[in-house]
């Protein structure tokens, strides 16, 4: 029996680098057809206290992992399961990689395996990596920094995004252009993908 498996288009960068504008921009063009827009961590009553927690509190990298991983769990449950339309998704798998791995140094291969384990056949399909220069990005939160915002880590978590958008193919986008031109570029991809 084939199990029904969403098209998942994931939008990672770090804070500040347009792609949950983008997200929300893509999601209004979409929303004729079957669509969700999710976020990680969050998404579900859980998930959003899990983020909660993750944004206000200083954890130790190995707890933010299984809390995170939790989250996706349960979202993946509630959201992905028996789902066969799209589903836009404010960060995956790779921000875990990203941060926590070549964040904050937990081994790469674990979590790689880590996240194989939890989101079983629910990969993306594609994705977009916003990339852009920490300082730019941290210069245009109009709140205040959380746990995960310095400048040298999140230059680790740039260079970890660009590694895994090497080794993954995902469509980099250069997060300082314009609005208007980012959404072009990801409207053009997706009609390459037959999503429009």
Do not use: C, W
Not at 108 to 132: G, M, R, S, T
Not at 152 to 175: C, H, Q, T
């Amino acid at each position: 029996m084939d199990i029904k498996k969403p098209y998942i288009i994931v939008f990672e960068g770090i804070d500040g680098s347009g792609k949950s504008t983008q997200i929300n921009i893509v999601y209004e063009l979409l929303k004729e057809k079957n669509v969700k827009l999710l976020r990680e961590p969050g998404s579900t009553e859980i998930g959003d206290r899990l983020r909660d927690i993750l944004k206000s509190q200083k954890l130790d990298p190995k707890t933010q992992t299984f809390l995170i991983e939790a989250s996706r769990t349960h979202m993946i449950e509630k959201h992905l399961k028996g789902f066969d339309g799209i589903v836009l998704l404010d960060r995956y798998i790779y921000s875990t990689i990203a941060y926590q791995g070549y964040g904050f140094g937990i081994d790469i291969n674990f979590l790689k395996a880590l996240n194989d384990f939890a989101v079983d056949i629910y990969k993306p399909d594609i994705v977009f990596l916003f990339d852009i220069e920490p300082r730019a990005a941290l210069a245009r939160l109009n709140r205040e920094k959380d746990v995960f915002e310095n400048i040298e880590f999140l230059e680790k978590v740039r260079e970890g995004y660009l590694a895994l958008a090497r080794e993954y193919n995902f469509y980099i986008l250069d997060a300082s252009k314009t609005k208007d031109e980012i959404t072009d570029f990801i409207t053009s991809i997706l009609r390459q993908h037959r999503i429009f």
